[in-house]
């Protein structure tokens, strides 16, 4: 680590990694309701726990985005962070945020908009803790001695997402209208600009990582985003199909949402044609199996099971079915869960001088947590195709056709098993590392750990 | 072979070239087709209030309206036509978890006049041009 304002990422890391065990925690307790068992109604029902659920995830990855962005825009402005005081007065606004948001859910305090829950006064202070970390990114960059690709790409990421949460703040008392807006935030948030974060992200591991040349990586860097604009932006047609919405967006939802997984596929192939291409044996393997990682899973789940229903004649059936949540988990898991991971397996021996991505326990983590949720996805796919062909396509009454797929949801349960220990393990070598430590910051890039085994 | 910089005015111009179409698209939609399909000019005050019941219950949180929502509840969008008044009105007023099959939901206990704002809000959304969603059975396939 060569600034010390970087260990200010430590702490946005151990957010997520807080937050996602409570994630998984309200997934489980979401399950074994579907699997019939639903003793904590009376205190969690259902639309709470989904509730906390989904808002988990959006709060835990974008404290991971965060911490990266601190992590990396000093190195790459090379330049201290313009405030360490005032991240860490936004890392605790932010907690505080979440934290108060997600104790509202269990108190009926929330606006029923699927993934924009988050109570109206809490958005306002979203917006002012979101400008804050944006002033600070930005500072720093503009003060920095360089402005390269990979951070400006970051940042218009950044700045992008900030500006997309604008129009679900728009009230219309129009459900069709409410929603057409929602998607704005949460397509273009997840199919759109995080994939900006995401390429950035990748971009910078990749370079450190690989020891590929700069200019050739950031070259493709362009290439892979401008694929994901030029399929993703019209692609949230696919979102207008049948919401009381006009016929067109049927043609170009289709069409470009058929585009939609270039752009993972460009990622994947570019992740993998650089290590590759790449002569530096960097001594943090396991960074590097979570990068090629998230570049691959990415594909398979946003790219692929994306493109699976979003032909308009298939998604007449899958809109509104279990099918979207094969689709959805494997597309967080891979695009943005894996990428945080990445970051947090890169930045930690750097941070804390310590080695511990040597432990074998590392492969177990990335093994379990991957294996794990491609059960869980195809258990939800199990689920989703048959209540698709029971309710929609035979015609049963929804209850009924939920009862025959119930069994799906303990193959969900056990899945999830091994998933949530591999995350478990790898929270644990989280916690093993410790804290940043002065020697690892004094040492910089002749820190040991940093060092590549053949140079 | 492609130079960095080519890369980035396909990048640029790829993105601002698509996002004015979308721009456009979208003007039209919450302009003139979204009010017309979706018969804007009746929402009343009673659709309104049945809406602000909708969210601020978060029913969204376990059903789905116009495919929307969460999965573990029914889809709601017709559910005018297919359970009627009565039904939903029962539903909404029970003082105890309506828990077809077992699943229970949560008893949310509404006044009358809550229930038939809610109504109201099922009746409208019930009218919509949805392109054919949600689709009916094939009677080929049915028992």
Same mark, same amino acid.
């Given at each position: 680590?060569?600034?010390?304002?970087?260990?200010?990422?430590?702490?946005?890391?151990?957010?997520?990694?807080?937050?996602?065990?409570?994630?998984?925690?309200?997934?489980?307790?979401?399950a074994?309701?579907?699997?019939?068992?639903?003793?904590?109604?009376?205190?969690?029902?259902?639309?709470?726990?989904?509730?906390?659920?989904?808002?988990?995830?959006?709060?835990?990855?974008?404290?991971?985005?965060m911490?990266?962005?601190?992590?990396?825009?000093?190195?790459?402005?090379?330049?201290?962070?313009?405030?360490?005081?005032?991240?860490?007065?936004?890392?605790?606004?932010?907690?505080?945020?979440?934290?108060?948001?997600?104790?509202? $859910?269990?108190?009926?305090?929330?606006?029923?908009?699927?993934f924009?829950?988050?109570?109206?006064?809490?958005?306002?202070?979203?917006?002012?803790n979101?400008?804050?970390?944006?002033g600070?990114?930005?500072?720093?960059?503009?003060?920095?001695?360089?402005?390269?690709?990979?951070?400006?790409? /970051?940042?218009?990421?950044?700045?992008?997402?900030?500006?997309?949460?604008?129009?679900?703040?728009?009230f219309?008392?129009?459900?069709?209208?409410?929603?057409?807006?929602?998607?704005?935030?949460?397509?273009?948030?997840?199919?759109?600009?995080?994939?900006?974060?995401?390429?950035?992200?990748?971009?910078?591991?990749?370079?450190?990582?690989?020891?590929?040349?700069?200019?050739?990586?950031?070259?493709?860097?362009y290439?892979?985003?401008?694929?994901?604009?030029l399929?993703?932006?019209?692609?949230?047609?696919?979102h207008?199909?049948?919401?009381?919405?006009?016929?067109?967006?049927?043609?170009?939802?289709?069409?470009f949402?058929?585009?939609?997984?270039?752009?993972? /596929?460009?990622?994947a192939?570019?992740?993998?044609?650089?290590?590759?291409?790449g002569?530096?044996?960097?001594?943090?393997?396991?960074a590097?199996?979570?990068?090629l990682?998230?570049?691959?899973?990415?594909?398979?789940?946003?790219?692929?099971?994306?493109?699976?229903?979003?032909?308009?004649?298939?998604?007449?059936?899958?809109?509104?079915?279990?099918?979207?949540?094969?689709?959805?988990?494997?597309?967080?898991?891979?695009?943005?869960?894996?990428?945080?991971?990445?970051?947090?397996?890169?930045?930690?021996?750097?941070?804390?001088?310590?080695?511990?991505?040597?432990?074998?326990?590392?492969?177990?983590?990335?093994?379990?947590?991957?294996?794990?949720?491609?059960?869980?996805?195809?258990?939800?796919?199990?689920?989703?195709?048959?209540?698709?062909?029971?309710?929609?396509?035979?015609?049963l009454?929804?209850?009924?056709?939920?009862?025959?797929?119930?069994?799906? $949801?303990?193959?969900?349960?056990?899945?999830?098993?091994? $998933?949530?220990?591999?995350?478990?393990?790898?929270?644990y070598?989280?916690?093993?590392?410790?804290?940043?430590?002065?020697?690892?910051?004094?040492?910089?890039?002749?820190?040991?750990?940093?060092?590549?085994?053949?140079a | 072979?492609?130079?960095?910089?080519?890369?980035?005015?396909?990048?640029?111009?790829?993105?601002?070239? +698509?996002?004015?179409? +979308?721009?456009?698209l979208?003007?039209?939609?919450?302009?003139?087709?979204?009010?017309?399909?979706?018969?804007?000019?009746?929402?009343?005050?009673?659709?309104?209030?049945?809406?602000?019941?909708?969210?601020?219950?978060?029913?969204?949180?376990?059903?789905?309206i116009?495919?929307?929502?969460?999965?573990?509840?029914?889809?709601?969008?017709?559910?005018?036509?297919r359970?009627?008044?009565?039904?939903?009105?029962?539903v909404?007023?029970?003082?105890?978890?309506?828990?077809?099959?077992?699943?229970?939901?949560?008893?949310?206990?509404?006044?009358?006049?809550?229930?038939?704002?809610?109504?109201?809000? +099922?009746?409208?959304?019930?009218?919509?041009?949805?392109?054919?969603?949600?689709?009916?059975?094939?009677?080929?396939?049915?028992?």
């Amino acid at each position: 680590m060569k600034y010390k304002s970087q260990r200010v990422a430590y702490w946005f890391f151990a957010l997520s990694m807080l937050l996602i065990i409570l994630q998984i925690t309200y997934g489980f307790i979401m399950a074994f309701a579907h699997y019939g068992m639903d003793g904590l109604h009376n205190w969690i029902p259902f639309n709470a726990a989904r509730t906390t659920h989904i808002n988990l995830l959006v709060v835990w990855l974008l404290s991971g985005f965060m911490g990266a962005a601190y992590y990396i825009i000093p190195e790459e402005a090379q330049r201290e962070l313009v405030s360490v005081k005032w991240a860490y007065i936004q890392l605790i606004s932010f907690a505080i945020v979440g934290v108060v948001a997600v104790i509202g $859910f269990h108190f009926n305090w929330w606006e029923g908009r699927k993934f924009l829950e988050i109570p109206r006064p809490l958005d306002y202070l979203v917006v002012v803790n979101v400008l804050l970390f944006l002033g600070l990114i930005l500072a720093t960059l503009y003060k920095g001695k360089t402005q390269t690709t990979t951070a400006m790409v /970051l940042a218009m990421g950044l700045v992008f997402a900030a500006l997309l949460y604008l129009p679900g703040m728009i009230f219309f008392d129009n459900q069709a209208l409410d929603s057409f807006f929602r998607w704005w935030v949460v397509h273009l948030w997840v199919e759109g600009v995080w994939e900006l974060i995401m390429g950035g992200i990748l971009a910078f591991l990749l370079i450190k990582l690989t020891g590929v040349d700069r200019e050739v990586i950031e070259k493709w860097l362009y290439v892979i985003v401008g694929l994901t604009f030029l399929s993703g932006i019209l692609g949230t047609g696919h979102h207008y199909y049948y919401i009381g919405t006009p016929k067109y967006w049927l043609v170009i939802g289709g069409i470009f949402s058929a585009m939609e997984p270039l752009a993972f /596929l460009g990622m994947a192939l570019f992740a993998i044609h650089m290590y590759r291409k790449g002569g530096r044996n960097h001594p943090n393997k396991i960074a590097l199996s979570w990068t090629l990682g998230t570049a691959i899973v990415s594909f398979a789940g946003a790219g692929l099971l994306g493109l699976a229903h979003t032909l308009p004649q298939v998604n007449l059936y899958t809109h509104g079915t279990l099918v979207t949540a094969m689709h959805g988990h494997l597309a967080f898991w891979g695009a943005y869960g894996m990428l945080v991971f990445a970051m947090i397996s890169y930045a930690m021996p750097l941070m804390t001088g310590r080695k511990v991505y040597e432990q074998t326990s590392n492969i177990y983590a990335f093994w379990l947590a991957v294996i794990g949720m491609l059960g869980m996805t195809t258990a939800f796919a199990a689920a989703g195709v048959a209540q698709v062909y029971l309710e929609r396509r035979v015609g049963l009454d929804f209850m009924v056709a939920q009862q025959e797929i119930e069994v799906h $949801f303990l193959v969900l349960i056990l899945c999830a098993t091994l $998933f949530t220990t591999g995350v478990l393990i790898f929270v644990y070598n989280f916690i093993k590392y410790g804290r940043p430590t002065e020697e690892a910051m004094a040492s910089g890039d002749e820190f040991e750990a940093v060092q590549p085994a053949a140079a | 072979m492609l130079s960095k910089k080519q890369a980035k005015v396909f990048f640029l111009g790829g993105t601002i070239f +698509f996002s004015l179409i +979308f721009l456009g698209l979208s003007y039209e939609s919450v302009t003139k087709s979204i009010p017309k399909k979706t018969h804007a000019d009746q929402i009343t005050d009673a659709v309104r209030r049945g809406r602000e019941i909708w969210d601020k219950n978060n029913c969204m949180g376990c059903h789905t309206i116009l495919g929307e929502g969460a999965y573990y509840a029914p889809e709601l969008t017709r559910v005018y036509s297919r359970k009627g008044e009565t039904y939903i009105k029962t539903v909404l007023m029970s003082k105890t978890p309506w828990a077809p099959r077992g699943r229970k939901m949560v008893a949310y206990g509404m006044t009358e006049e809550e229930a038939n704002d809610v109504v109201a809000f +099922f009746k409208w959304v019930n009218e919509m041009d949805l392109n054919g969603f949600p689709p009916e059975p094939d009677k080929n396939l049915q028992p």
